[in-house]
């Protein structure tokens, strides 16, 4: 049995797309998988399965909540990877994220360092996008036109999110 982390995409923003985490849970559960557990509203969850998640997961929460979200699923191992290689590990865990994507990212570095404010970090290392955004990513001209400059989808953690996260794998019956 694999550990795997699900890195839910656009639920519960603005009363759109609205997944909540202990109907997900349940639901989850339903489809083979144990030790589930969800961390905050923003779509962060760890469980245990045979079958890695895919389709029948997003298939499932379409048929219950009526929308297909976008999910990225990362096995124990390659979490545990991209947090290792993470440069930034600012004392304040929402200055440093973490972007995980689906594929190799293809950036364009050009239009990434004509976005990156003065006090901003990146690094990229194949699916991952690490950003040190000392002054927050709420403004920051870099985060919102990542995806274009990444040519790939992304969703991205703070660095609290994912040492949260890390925790949930390292106990609660995850290997």
Do not use: W
Not at 18 to 37: A, F, N, R
Not at 88 to 102: L, P, Q, R, S, V
């Amino acid at each position: 049995m694999a550990t795997y982390i699900l890195l839910f995409r656009a639920i519960n923003v603005g009363g759109n797309n609205l997944l909540p985490m202990k109907p997900l849970t349940l639901l989850l559960q339903q489809c083979g998988y144990t030790d589930v557990s969800s961390y905050i509203q923003s779509g962060n969850v760890v469980l245990n399965g045979d079958i890695p998640p895919a389709a029948n997961i997003t298939t499932a929460i379409a048929s219950q909540f009526g929308f297909t979200p976008a999910m990225l699923v990362l096995t124990q191992q390659e979490f545990e990877q991209a947090v290792t290689a993470n440069p930034y590990h600012a004392a304040d865990g929402k200055t440093a994220h973490i972007y995980f994507a689906n594929t190799p990212l293809n950036p364009d570095l050009q239009k990434l360092s004509a976005l990156t404010a003065a006090s901003e970090r990146f690094t990229i290392k194949d699916k991952v996008f690490y950003l040190y955004a000392p002054e927050g990513i709420g403004r920051s001209k870099l985060v919102a036109g990542l995806e274009k400059c990444l040519g790939v989808a992304v969703t991205g953690r703070n660095l609290n999110t994912i040492n949260k996260l890390r925790e949930m794998v390292r106990g609660n019956g995850h290997v």
